[in-house]
């Protein structure tokens, strides 16, 4: 049986991946992917805790986290392809026009 | 049954006249504003008399009126609240006359004058606070009424705003008068605190039962002496008659009503509805005395020297006062109210008659340039010399017997003293002496004006350019007035004929225990060395400005340094400039002004405004609108939270 270790180095290790490409890329789809990937950084580290201690919730909050996950990359498709539309690009360092 | 006199509309109808003028006069007519404002004044005038004639048949002397609650707190409470004994009747008579006449004559006085419907507005605003401070019931409305006629006062000497030593004058008159109306505070605040009411009645009911003993007479003393220091201010004493010469600033009318026949007359009522008071405390009647005595005799030394006919009246006024605070200082109150009445016919009559003369020579106010004056304008003249006459005291006219009066009870009071007699009687000869001056100057000789005048004077009298370069008598409308006064002046010092007078008043002001002195004889002889004094005030006059004319200036070269001095009135405005008013200004500026305005105030509220804008200049510098940097900060705070909750688990 493979130790719980392992599949939480893991699950940190795809997480830090995830915050470094948020803050390191510039592409917003990249971004975007950034933040899928932290997100199932997290779901592994839940599934393996469930798997461990037979608790269904772990399943069940996964189970979540990909609708909610699902429903984000839909709108968060549109407002890309939204902003692609209007500001012709996709650098998120030229999108600062909310500021003061 | 009392009838109800309504007394509350009689300070309230002038004042309705003033809002009336003050709101909408700008866009009224000159006959209408005149209407509105001698409609205040007069209805006032007719309420006053109605009142007179009401007042014999009135079951309770002293009546009062309550009109409505003011200040209720525990014990203490003070009404709106009216008062009508023989005092204030007489004082509501001479002010509300005296004030109706002069309305008349400022008709033609200010007709000429832009801001003719302000100068009516503030008239009619002057007599709604003289009225509240003759007719109030308890020492707080008077003072609001003392404050009010302040304000007034303050308003018309700096009627002609845009000339700066007028508004100057304003302000000097107004602050002086503060030096005064806190003390007249102190002393309200020491019969609250022992007394338990301001209401005359029951504060004089008060002092009646206190007792005899010395921390009785401390308390009433201090009480008096305070109420003095009020009425120094308002009443132009020393040492703080400095303003009442300034205030001729104003126009003539306003020095007629306010500077000499009425405001400045509110000390010596003070100091005699305060009677009861002063009575129970003989070194508050000497302070009294003795202000007055001092003041009376330094006035009228000064009043030998002025050139400018207005200024000459003004040291006058200031002296007739010093008079009657002798007489009060003494204890002879109602001589000091009848003096009051008679100078308030007399000099409100000198001072229109004065303001005529300037009006017929284009603003012209000094005495120099006048001159031979008869020939061009009989009627001021003729009304002039009856006057003189009576400020000079020359019987039977009224400041004779009012003056005669004061003189004798000077010197037979039990409070009196030989001294203050004789320099009454020397302030007698100097005002008689510089009175004819006067009028030598001013109506007799050459004239001696140039033909055409530079309006000096600064006027705004828009008349100057229009007429003739002459000399010419008043408008009639200005000239009826003179006259009327001109009448009272001769007669109203009849009523004081054989103690009537003083008997009238002697339910309110008190009378004097026996003189001291065996009257008979001594009384005629003390009144035969008055009108000596007057007789020779005027040959003095006679022989310097009528007969020799180059002595005068040739005694105030040998005089020299004494005259110069009296002159520049014994420096007495150089030196408060000097002593006080400097001082203050580099303290102000020193340390109120860069030390605790700059210094503390503003640096504390620039300080924070400052702080304020630095901190969140440095904030915004996060709002950069950049995606990344965001989430750097939130990956960074997770982190130190992250941080903060391993640490504390490990713990």
Known sequence: MIPLSYYLLLSGFLFACGVAGFLIKRNIITIFMSIELMLNGVNLS?????ARWHALSGHVFVFFVMLVAAAEAAVGLAIIIAVYRTRETLDVDRMNLLKL | MTPY????????????????????????SRAGVSTVALLGSG????????????????????????????????????????????????????????????HVYSIGY?????????????????????????????????????????????????????????????????IVNRIGDFGFLIGLFLMIQHFKSLDFDHVFDSVVHLGPGATTEALLAAIGILLMVGACGKSAQIPLYVWLPDAMEGPTPVSALIHAATMVTAGVYMVARSHVIFEGAPLALAVVAIVGTL???????????QTDIKKVLAYSTVSQLGYMFIACGVGAFSAGIFHLMTHAFFKGLLFLAAGSVIHGVSGEQDMRKMGGLRKYMPWTFWTMTIATFAIAGFPPLAGFFSKDEILWMAYSSPHGSWVFWLVGVVTAFITSFYMFRLWFMTFFGEYRGTSHHTNDHGHGHGHDDGHGHAPHESPMVMLAPLMILAVLSIVGGWVGIGGRFEHFLAPAVGVLPEPAVEG????????????????????????????????????????GGLYRMVFNKYYVDEIYDAVLVRPLIVF????????????????????SGTTTREVSNGLRQMQSGNLRSYAGWIAAGSAVVIAYMVWAGVR
Do not use: C
């Open chain 2, 43 to 102: 209805s006032a005038f007719l309420m006053g008399l109605r009142a007179a004639a009401v007042f014999p048949s009135l079951p309770v002397i002293p009546h009062q009126e309550f009109l409505a609650h003011w200040l209720r707190s525990g014990m203490f409470s003070v009404d709106f609240s009216f008062y009508l004994d023989q005092l204030s009747l007489v004082m509501l008579l001479v002010v509300t006359g005296v004030g109706f006449l002069i």
């Open chain 2, 520 to 559: 008979g004889n001594l009384e005629s002889y003390l009144m035969y060395v008055s009108v000596a004094a007057a007789v020779g005030g005027l040959g003095l006059a006679w022989l310097l400005y009528y007969r020799s004319k180059d002595l005068p200036a040739r005694i105030a070269a040998s005089l």
């Open chain 1, 46 to 50: 839940f599934v393996a805790f469930a």
């Open chain 2, 295 to 305: 003041t009376a005799i330094f006035a009228a030394t000064i009043g030998i020297t």
């Open chain 2, 588 to 607: 102000s500026r020193a340390v109120l002004w860069q030390g605790a305005d700059r210094g503390v105030i503003d640096a504390a509220v620039n300080g």
């Open chain 2, 110 to 174: 200010m007709w000429d004058d832009p801001g003719y419907y302000r100068f009516f507005s503030y008239l009619n605003l002057f007599l709604f606070f003289m009225l509240t401070l003759v007719l109030a019931g308890n020492y707080l409305l008077m003072f609001v009424g003392w404050e009010g006629v302040g304000l007034a006062s303050y308003l018309l000497i700096g009627f002609w705003f845009t000339k700066d030593s007028a508004a100057s004058a304003g302000k000097k008159a107004f």
């Open chain 2, 5 to 28: 006199l309504h007394l509350w509309l009689i300070p309230i109808l002038p004042l309705a006249g003033a809002a009336i003028n003050g709101l909408f006069g700008k866009k009224a």
